[in-house]
């Protein structure tokens, strides 16, 4: 059985590889290589997957899986620029897909591991990614 919540948080954002020209950046990664950042509003869902408890009848309380979200992942990233001000992705890419696995290890800390977790990340309407750990 499988549960999710719902988040969404506004970050910004710069994909460029310092040693490629600005050609070659807005060659591979388009608009989100302008060198002044830019925001996104990303919509994050936590699936998390596990028994229902006979006792709850709940897999996770969604309740408290929110408060982890909120607490571990939104207030980090929320109104932050990716690059500049998080560490997690010094010398890192900050593209959907790296947000997504660094989400995934934040929450991997925070659940029970007897819970399977996928993180399910979209930049825009049209794009959105996948990480469950592989
Ligand atoms: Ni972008």
């Known amino acids: 059985m499988k549960v999710c919540r719902r988040e969404t948080f506004n970050s910004a954002h710069r994909l460029f590889r310092e040693d490629w020209s600005d050609e070659k950046n807005l060659e591979v990664f388009g608009k989100c290589s302008y060198p002044n950042f830019h925001g996104h509003n990303y919509i994050l869902e936590v699936w998390v997957e596990g028994e229902i408890d006979p006792e709850t009848g709940f897999v996770i309380d ?4 929110k408060h982890i979200i909120l607490g571990s992942v939104i207030e980090r990233f929320d ?8 560490p997690e992705f010094k010398g890192i ?5 790296n947000i997504a696995r ?3 290890n934040i929450l991997r800390e925070q659940l029970d591991h ?4 996928e993180v399910q990340l979209s930049e825009t309407e049209k794009n959105k990614v996948f ?3 592989n």
């Open 62 to 65: 969604l309740k408290e899986l």
């Open 79 to 86: 109104h932050r620029n990716l690059n500049l001000d998080c």
């Open 93 to 97: 890419n900050p593209t959907t897909e």
């Open 102 to 104: 660094v989400i995934w």
């Open 114 to 117: 007897k819970f399977g977790i």
């Open 131 to 133: 990480f469950n750990g």
